[in-house]
């Protein structure tokens, strides 16, 4: 987990409901599947999103290299190292922060092109999650892989509590899931299983 944010990516298009990043090159602190991010949206107010993909998109140059079988270890590392690999995030939009407060809703404006997304700070992500409104946005979500989201945002909410609350805190969100999910027991149970299962390793 990350304790402090440095720019990962910028700001390509974005929606009130998303946007997507671009950056350079997949690297350690490139924000993974699951993970919370943010953007600047205007004066003293940040969007906060959960990334739902990431694409290595087509690259003439990659092509060419591939066609010609010139793939030495040499030539694939100054490649990754040194031309732009073109990497595109994309996030969904679950809340915002506005002059220290959390809102579990849509912000009133999207960010713009060519703001700078960072991961969300440890202490970040335990006072965004602190409650669990934000679920209902990723539910809400057409076409992304809502379900392994939801794990996914949950067991990056548990990993930056203290080891002795992560399990208590599985089992509230699990219950707030049920909540969400009782009209789709087969979807529920899905999830709850994922979540029993991070549940069962702390």
């Not at 990431?54 to 290299?65: A, G, K």
């Amino acid at each position: 987990m990350t304790s402090a944010s440095i720019p990962v990516g910028w700001v390509l298009r974005s929606s009130a409901t998303g946007f997507a990043v671009g950056c350079r090159v997949l690297e350690p602190d490139t924000p993974q599947f699951g993970n919370f991010v943010k953007v600047p949206a205007g004066a003293n107010t940040q969007t906060i999103g959960l990334i739902y993909d990431v694409r290595v998109n087509d690259d003439p140059s990659v092509r060419q290299l591939i066609l010609s079988g010139e793939l030495a270890p040499e030539t694939v590392r100054d490649q990754r190292e040194n031309r732009l690999v073109p990497i595109e995030i994309s996030v969904l939009v679950v809340g915002y922060q506005r002059e220290g407060r959390y809102i579990h809703s849509l912000p009133p404006q999207p960010p713009i092109s060519l703001d700078a997304l960072e991961n969300c700070a440890d202490d970040e992500v335990l006072h965004f999650t602190e409650r669990l409104d934000y679920l209902r946005l990723i539910l809400k979500a057409g076409q992304i892989s809502t379900d392994e989201l939801i794990v996914a945002s949950l067991a990056q909410a548990a990993a930056v509590r203290a080891p002795e609350i992560r399990r208590a805190f599985l089992i509230q969100a699990g219950q707030e899931v049920a909540r969400l999910l009782n009209a789709d027991l087969m979807r529920l149970d899905g999830i709850l299983r994922q979540l029993r299962l991070l549940a069962s390793n702390e």
